[in-house]
């Protein structure tokens, strides 16, 4: 019986979701919110035994590096959107992406405003992958619909207990977020899919809850202008 990637792109109905970079604390967290929606997940990973011990039934892992555009492009079929928590391999380089109803992008706040030398893009930490000006321009130019979040300062706290503010002001970052709800944020996106694009900033804002309604938040965000 042949692999499901070995199947014709055609006889796979599109309903995945593709997670990049889903060896990674954020990554493994956007997983677990999708698993927690039912949601079918691709990941790709140097390590597929082990992510498949993991995740169990829940996660198809396809081994491999996400530069490598053969693997991206047997991850993608019968995928409908991807989330990118950070970088983007050779996910905008395959044929396959034309197929993409959505792109879920993790940026940074306040990415336009003036700043010093990215130091973090150097050495390629989380922050400075986030803050690369360059992500966010390839997914604008993708031809895909895509939903891009500028997170602030994320953070390794416990989530769902912090009302979110959510904007659409580039500002400088000024507020945290908890890495869970960063991957609530990322997860909930996939609920809206925009025409054309959607760019929001996100933070937390003081106790409470995050959105349960995802459409009905977002639906009330304007679409983005192609200059934002």
Excluded at 72 to 90: D, E, F, T
Excluded at 207 to 223: E, H, I, K, M
């Amino acid at each position: 019986m042949p692999e499901p990637e070995d199947i014709a792109p055609e006889n796979i109905e599109k309903d995945a979701i593709l997670v990049t970079d889903a060896d990674s604390a954020t990554g493994e967290q956007i997983i677990l919110q999708l698993i927690l929606a039912r949601l079918p997940v691709k990941i790709i990973t140097q390590n597929a035994e082990e992510a498949k011990r993991g995740w169990g039934p829940y996660v198809t892992a396809f081994a491999g590096d996400l530069g490598d555009e053969k693997v991206v492009s047997r991850a993608l079929r019968g995928v409908r959107a991807v989330i990118c928590p950070g970088k983007l391999g050779a996910v905008l380089c395959t044929a396959a992406i034309q197929q993409l109803e959505h792109i879920v992008l993790l940026s940074s706040a306040g990415i336009n405003q003036p700043q010093a030398l990215n130091l973090g893009s150097l050495f390629r930490t989380e922050q400075g992958v986030l803050r690369d000006p360059k992500r966010e321009q390839v997914i604008k130019e993708s031809g895909i619909p895509y939903t891009i979040v500028r997170a602030g300062k994320i953070k390794n706290l416990p989530g769902a207990s912090m009302n979110l503010e959510i904007s659409q002001h580039d500002q400088q970052a000024s507020g945290d977020i908890s890495r869970e709800d960063v991957a609530r944020v990322l997860a909930g996106a996939l609920q809206a899919p925009p025409t054309h694009g959607l760019i929001f900033q996100v933070s937390a804002s003081g106790p409470g809850r995050p959105p349960d309604d995802w459409v009905s938040t977002l639906s009330q965000l304007n679409a983005t202008p192609s200059a934002f």
